[in-house]
């Protein structure tokens, strides 16, 4: 399973949560164009470091509520808060990030309706893991805006990962080839989502679940469009580095001292790696939601077979 690339210039993406862009994804379009085609050399312009750093930059553009939510969780790690508790201002930072990406128009209200569902989903699995009979991990500062115990800004670092993605999706012009049945995905979903519950009581199923993600993805080839000509990469190596890179995150929100595993109550250490699991896991449950309202883009392999069907009977 290595990653390939396909040199055809994509076709017009159409469907899916919204087939136009935003006004100011035109806008760094244009200027990604403009430095491209007018300021770069012929010789540097459509290559591999080229693509790499217009990669990095829709990348970026995509993580715009993730990175500017993680920003503000470092930011705040270096300020005493006295009048208003530090997760209240997170909490209505998070509200005015998500407020200004719709007035932007870098969000839909479609968009916005699945992301804030995975929000909630999260919300669930946060009052349970937080619970202290369960302990998974704790919020050591107090608020006002909580339910029970856990801060109502929580909810907003999981929406991160389904922004990222729905906007990834529309940045990238993602489409794929041998995408699973959608059936399947979803009850994988389902099965991840309790297993997170679950395996305090029963036997953990976590290996099992990677070795089905393993199964019904192993032949799904994700294809993207960085600049002008379309890539594709296996599926299972996208989530992988989303996982890491979710992984690394987690360690500048507990760096940040937002929340706190039991091994960091005395001091800061890394996160362990195998909770990169986790967070694959997890985003495989948010990469499912998005994809409920982006069904024109998974079996596009399906719907060009079926046209050259239709025209050979012509």
């Given at each position: 399973m290595s990653l390939s690339f396909y040199s055809s210039v994509h076709p017009k993406n159409r469907g899916g949560l919204s087939s136009s862009e935003a006004p100011i994804d035109v806008y760094f379009n244009q200027l990604i164009f403009y430095w491209s085609e007018r300021l770069l050399s012929p010789t540097l312009r459509g290559s591999r470091l080229h693509e790499l750093v217009v990669f990095g930059i829709k990348q970026a553009r995509a993580a715009s509520f993730g990175g500017s939510l993680l920003a503000l969780i470092i930011l705040t790690s270096s300020f005493e808060f006295t009048t208003i508790a530090r997760y209240d201002f997170l909490f209505i930072g998070a509200i005015f990030i998500q407020m200004m990406l719709l007035i932007l128009k870098v969000e839909t209200w479609k968009e916005t309706q699945v992301i804030l569902l995975f929000h909630v989903v999260a919300t669930i699995m946060e009052l349970f893991k937080t619970h202290p009979s369960i302990g998974s991990w704790q919020y050591p500062e107090i608020c006002f805006f909580k339910i029970g115990n856990v801060p109502l800004f929580t909810g907003f670092m999981y929406s991160a990962v389904g922004s990222f993605i729905a906007r990834s999706w529309k940045i990238m012009k993602l489409r794929y080839t041998n995408y699973p049945p959608l059936w399947v995905t979803v009850l994988l979903a389902v099965a991840i989502y309790l297993n997170f519950f679950t395996h305090h009581f029963i036997y953990?199923?976590?290996?099992?679940?990677?070795?089905?993600?393993?199964?019904?993805?192993?032949?799904?080839?994700?294809?993207?469009?960085?600049?002008?000509?379309?890539?594709?990469?296996?599926?299972?190596?996208?989530?992988?580095?989303?996982?890491?890179?979710?992984?690394?995150?987690?360690?500048?929100?507990?760096?940040?001292?937002?929340?706190?595993?039991?091994?960091?109550?005395?001091?800061?250490?890394?996160?362990?790696?195998?909770?990169?699991?986790?967070?694959?896991?997890?985003?495989?449950?948010?990469?499912?939601?998005?994809?409920?309202?982006?069904?024109?883009?998974?079996?596009?392999?399906?719907?060009?077979?079926?046209?050259?069907?239709?025209?050979?009977?012509?």
């Open positions: 953990d199923f976590r290996y099992v679940l990677f070795g089905l993600i393993g199964l019904f993805y192993f032949r799904t080839q994700v294809y993207f469009v960085i600049y002008l000509k379309e890539r594709q990469m296996p599926m299972l190596l996208a989530f992988v580095l989303i996982a890491f890179f979710l992984w690394l995150a987690e360690n500048a929100g507990t760096y940040g001292r937002i929340w706190q595993y039991p091994n960091q109550a005395e001091v800061w250490q890394w996160v362990s790696l195998g909770k990169m699991g986790a967070w694959f896991l997890l985003m495989i449950v948010s990469f499912v939601l998005v994809s409920l309202h982006q069904k024109s883009t998974l079996y596009n392999d399906q719907q060009i077979s079926k046209r050259i069907m239709q025209k050979s009977k012509i």
